[in-house]
C-alpha cells in the first residue's frame, strides 16, 4: 500500500473568503480571543498560533480578524475529498485538517508515483488550500510526514520512498511538530526525546508505563507493525456544494474562476463513482437588494453523460458570458440530480499515442469531439437553436423529417414505413411546379424519366388542420434535366412539380 497525506495548516484561513489584493493588510482567524492561524505578512510581524488577540492587535494595528468557522471548514475539506476522487475513489478524512489517499491502485493509470503526486498536490492548490503532502507505506507515516512539513520540508517525497528504511525515515522528525497530545509531548520532552528516533530507542513497555499504551501503539501503526484500518470517505449520494466568494462580484465573467473550484469536485464525484451527467445546474446567490431575485439558476446541459471538467467549464463560459447580472453575486452552489453510467473509451491496441481510430473519427481537427462542438453552440444559441433531422413514420416528404436532439440516439428500425424508393437529401421548402410540354415536365428543357412512379397516397386525417399538409395523391419519379442535375418530380391532379434535388 501507499499513502498519501495532505495536511492543510492553514486551513481555517484558507477556508474563509478574502479579496485578493497586492496591498491586502495582514489577517488572521481567532477563536475564544487567541489566534489559530495567519497569513505570511502577519507571521512576519510575529502573529502566532496561540497568541491573544490582544497581544496581536498591539503588535500588529492593522490586523484584519475573522472568527474561525468550522461549517466552511469542513466543506473545504469535503469539496477536496471529492475533488481527490479523480485520482483514487480510496479516500479517507482524518480532521480537522488532514486527507488520506491510498494511491497504489492509480499509479499505472496517471504515469507513475511522481506524476501522480504532482497532479494530486496541484489540485488541491486549484481549490484554493495550502497542503503539505507526503508519501509513506502506512497512513500515520504519511500524517506525521506530512505534519512535518512534508515534501517541502524533504519528508515523504516520492524520491524518498526507497532511499532509507521507514523507520529511520521517520526517526529525524521532531517530536513538537507531530501533533501529539500535550500530556504525551510533555513526558517524552521530560525523558530527553527530541525526536521520533529518541522515542524507538526507549523499550516499548516503559514507554506504555509512562506516556500511554495509545503512543505505543501509534508508533506500531506508523511502522505498520500492526493494521491501522481507516474509514473511507462516503461520496454524496447527490452533488450539491456551495461555495462563499471572497467579495461580492458584479461581473458573470469573473465567476468563472470561482466555479472551477466546484466543477473540479464534482468531476472527482463523478469519476468515483464511475459516472457522468447530462445536466447540472449552477445557483447564483445574489445580494439581498430590492427588485432583484435571491438567486440566478444556470442551467448546464450536455450532448452526451460526461466528466470532464475542461468541458463542464467551456460551457458555463459560454453561458456565463451572455449573463447579466441583475444584482452582485455573493456564493454559487453546483448541483446535480442522480448521476448515469459512464460507459468507457476504446482506444486502438497498438496506438502511439494511446487512442484509437474511432476516437479520431470522433473528433475534429481541434481534438474537439462533436458533442463538445454541439453543447458549445447551445450555449451560445440556445437549447431550441441547435437540433439534427431525424426520420419519421411518414409516407409524406414534407412529414417524413422532425426536429431532435442533436445526439438522440438514431431508431434501429429506420424510418418505420417500409420500402420506398430514393430520396433526395435537399427537399425543397414548398413543391415548385414545373411546366409541361406534350405531357412530358420541363426544366431547361425536357426531363427524361429515369424511375419510376411511385405512389404516395396520405394525410387525409389532418387536411382541415392549420399549416398542415392535409391530403396527397402523388406520383413520384427520378428525373434528369438537360444539365445533368439528378430531380426528384411528381405528378399529381395539378400537374408537374419538383420536390428535390439528389446530390
Known amino acids: 500500500m501507499l499513502w498519501l497525506a495532505l495536511y492543510l495548516p492553514r486551513l481555517p484561513l484558507d477556508a474563509r473568503p478574502c479579496a485578493c ?17 495567519a497569513d505570511d505578512g502577519a507571521q512576519a510581524a510575529g502573529i502566532v498560533s496561540g497568541l491573544r488577540l490582544a497581544s496581536a492587535r498591539a503588535r500588529l494595528p492593522e490586523l484584519v480578524v475573522q472568527p474561525r468557522d468550522p461549517a466552511q471548514e469542513s466543506a473545504a475539506l469535503t469539496r477536496l475529498a471529492c475533488s481527490a476522487g479523480a485520482f483514487t475513489s480510496e479516500v479517507s478524512l482524518a480532521p480537522p485538517a488532514t486527507l488520506l489517499l491510498e494511491i497504489a491502485g492509480s499509479l499505472r493509470f496517471f504515469g507513475g508515483v511522481e506524476r501522480l503526486f504532482a497532479g494530486i498536490v496541484q489540485a488541491a492548490a486549484e481549490q484554493g488550500l495550502r497542503v503539505q503532502a507526503a508519501l509513506a507505506p502506512t497512513p500515520l507515516a504519511a500524517q506525521w510526514l506530512a505534519f512535518a512539513g512534508g515534501a517541502d520540508a524533504g519528508f515523504g517525497t516520492p524520491a524518498s520512498l526507497d532511499a532509507a528504511p ?18 504525551q509531548e510533555k513526558r517524552l520532552a521530560a525523558f530527553g526525546a527530541g525526536t521520533l528516533a529518541d522515542a524507538l530507542r526507549l523499550p516499548r513497555a516503559g514507554l506504555a508505563r509512562r506516556v500511554g499504551a495509545d503512543f505505543v501503539a501509534d508508533l506500531a501503526r506508523a511502522l505498520g507493525e500492526i493494521p491501522d484500518p481507516r474509514a473511507r470517505f462516503v461520496f454524496p449520494e447527490h452533488f450539491s456544494q456551495t461555495l462563499e466568494l471572497p467579495a461580492r462580484s458584479e461581473s458573470a465573467l469573473a465567476l468563472a474562476f470561482a466555479a472551477r473550484r466546484l466543477i473540479a469536485a464534482l468531476s472527482g464525484w463523478l469519476a468515483a463513482r464511475a459516472a457522468g451527467i447530462r445536466e447540472c445546474v449552477l445557483d447564483l446567490r445574489c445580494e439581498r437588494t430590492t427588485g432583484a431575485p435571491p438567486a440566478l439558476m444556470l442551467s448546464l446541459s450536455f450532448a452526451e453523460v460526461t466528466r470532464d471538467a475542461q468541458r463542464i467549464g467551456r460551457v458555463l463560459d459560454e453561458r456565463l458570458a451572455r449573463l447579466q447580472l441583475p444584482a452582485s453575486v455573493e456564493s454559487l452552489c453546483l448541483r446535480t440530480a442522480a448521476p448515469e453510467p459512464l460507459a468507457g473509451r476504446a482506444a486502438a491496441l497498438f496506438a502511439a499515442d494511446g487512442s484509437s481510430a474511432r476516437g479520431h473519427a470522433a473528433r475534429g481537427a481541434g481534438g474537439t469531439t462533436i458533442a463538445e462542438l454541439i453543447e458549445r453552440l447551445q450555449a451560445c444559441l440556445g437549447e431550441q437553436g441547435v437540433y439534427r433531422l431525424a426520420a419519421h413514420p411518414e409516407h409524406r416528404p414534407e412529414n417524413a423529417t422532425q426536429r431532435d436532439a442533436p445526439l438522440a440516439r438514431q431508431d434501429a428500425r429506420g424510418s418505420g414505413v417500409g420500402q420506398h424508393g430514393p430520396r433526395p437529401l435537399w427537399l425543397l421548402p414548398a413543391p415548385q411546379a414545373l411546366p409541361e410540354q406534350g405531357g412530358r415536365p420541363q426544366r431547361g428543357g425536357p426531363l427524361r424519366l429515369l424511375a419510376g412512379p411511385e405512389r404516395i397516397e396520405s394525410g387525409w386525417w389532418d387536411e382541415g388542420e392549420p399549416s398542415a399538409v392535409g391530403d396527397v395523391r402523388r406520383d413520384y419519379f427520378v428525373a434528369v434535366s438537360q444539365r445533368c442535375e439528378w430531380l426528384w418530380i411528381f405528378r399529381s391532379e395539378a400537374g408537374w412539380f419538383l420536390h428535390g434535388l439528389f446530390a
Open 21 to 37: 489584493s497586492d496591498a491586502a493588510p495582514p489577517r488572521a482567524i481567532v477563536e475564544r480571543e487567541r489566534i489559530v492561524v
Open 166 to 183: 521507514l523507520a529511520h525515515r521517520l526517526g529525524v522528525l521532531p517530536l513538537a511538530r507531530l501533533a501529539l497530545p500535550a500530556a
